[in-house]
Structure formats: C-alpha cells, structure tokens
C-alpha cells in the first residue's frame, strides 16, 4: 500500500535511448511532481501537474515530456538519453498547493529512480 | 527568485548529543513554508518539521525542533539526544504560500558517532 511509487527503481541505459519512468499515487492527491537529484545530492523540481494540467516546468530540455493520464499518474519520457541526464529522479504528490496540504506529509516522495546513462 | 543555503555541507555528532543544522533563505514573500526534509541512505524523502512563516512559535516534533528567525530569514534544525538512525542528508526547503513547489537548499550530511 506504498502511497507514492515508482518504477523501475533502478535504470541503466545507453546515450541515445529513449527511456520512461512510471509514477503512480493512491493518495487521492490533486497535485503531482518530478524532482531531479543530481550527483551532488542537488534537488530540483522538474515539473508540475495539477489534475493532469501541467503547471510547472522549470526550464527542462524539450527532451522531457512528462504524460498525466489521469491525476494519480504522472509519468516521465525521457528522449535521446544523455550522459548528463544520470540522477535520481523522485515523483512526488500533495494534496493541493504545498502550503494547504496537511502537516504531516504535505509533499509525499516516491522512493526515487536511479538513472544512470553510459 | 528564492533560495535556498545550507552552509554546512557536513556535520558530525556524538550519540547522545544536540547538533545544530543551519539554514538561511532568501525571499520577499511575506506567506511561506519552511521544511526540513531527511534523506537516508535508502534514498527515500522524509519530512522531519514543517514551520509557517505566520506562526511566531518554533515547530517542535519530538526530538527535532526548530529555530526561526524570520527578521534574519533563518531556519536551523536542533536535533536532540542524537540517535544513529539520524544519520542522513538533510534538506532545507522552502515554499510560497501560492507556488506548488518546494526549493531545496543543497543539503547537510550528518554523520552520528558513538
């Protein structure tokens, strides 16, 4: 009964692929996101989606596209895989705007996928 | 645009031991959150304290507690009676009361020593 999930946890691939990573919530949340952690342990969000409605997308290469099939899903694609894109790439869910949301888990992480591009 | 500084990249503590974990942000936002999120090494994002800029108390959560000085727009976490299962990254991070997204300063790793 994880509440945020993603898979695969782990993904290894060659530059040039094309490459996608699943996100799934069971919490009813209305808002979903990606986070990128790089190698120095740097996080950063990627995209926003509210009720399947991109909302954020803090200047991600057009290489990116996340998909919002419905408001519990929000997927990431990731085209033409390069070595730079190697991080961990966390889903993410709240109820609404962070702010609103509950105190004790008002951004609720998925465990993280570990990309990494040879 | 707001940031987020975590100016100690690591810090170590005795077991047993209260350990301070700094934190300054920068805004000009008067309604905001403030969090400090754990990172172990399973990788997994775990909120430790939350606090409301609104809200003159300090945040409390059983051994963690917060110090916010709004007028100096800092924000450290003091850890009690350290445990080794403290041990971890640590994040900072901040949110607009409007904004749906969490700034993340570049995190503290702790180490807890017997």
């Known amino acids: 009964d994880t509440a945020v999930s993603q898979t695969p946890k782990y993904l290894v691939t060659q530059m040039g692929n094309d490459k996608s990573i699943k996100c799934e919530q069971n919490?009813?949340?209305?808002?979903m996101y990606w986070y990128k952690q790089d190698s120095k342990k740097f996080l950063k969000i990627m995209f926003s989606?509210?009720?399947?409605?991109?909302?954020i997308n803090e200047t991600v290469p057009n290489r990116f596209s996340p998909k919002s099939p419905d408001k519990a899903h929000l997927n990431l694609h990731i085209n033409s895989l390069e070595l730079g894109d190697s991080a961990v790439y966390f889903c993410?869910?709240?109820?609404?705007?962070?702010?609103?949301?509950?105190?004790?888990?008002?951004?609720?992480f998925g465990n993280g996928t570990r990309l990494t591009v040879t | 645009a707001q940031t987020v500084t975590q100016s100690q990249p690591e810090m170590s503590v005795q077991e047993a031991e209260t350990v301070t974990l700094s934190c300054t942000y920068d805004t000009s936002e008067s309604d905001y959150y403030l969090f400090w999120y754990k990172q172990p090494p399973s990788r997994q994002m775990i909120l430790v304290i939350r606090?409301?800029?609104?809200?003159?108390q300090n945040a409390t959560e059983n051994r963690f507690s917060v110090n916010f000085q709004k007028a100096a727009k800092s924000f450290s976490l003091k850890i009690s009676d350290s445990q080794l299962g403290d041990a971890a990254m640590y994040f900072c991070?901040?949110?607009?009361?409007?904004?749906?997204?969490?700034?993340f300063g570049t995190g503290t790793r702790l180490q807890v020593t017997l």
């Open positions: 989606y509210n009720n399947k409605e991109l909302i």
């Open positions: 919490l009813g949340h209305d808002t």
């Open positions: 991070a901040y949110s607009t009361g409007t904004a749906s997204k969490l700034t």
């Open positions: 606090q409301e800029a609104y809200k003159q």
């Open positions: 993410a869910s709240s109820q609404d705007l962070v702010s609103s949301s509950s105190y004790n888990s008002p951004l609720h």
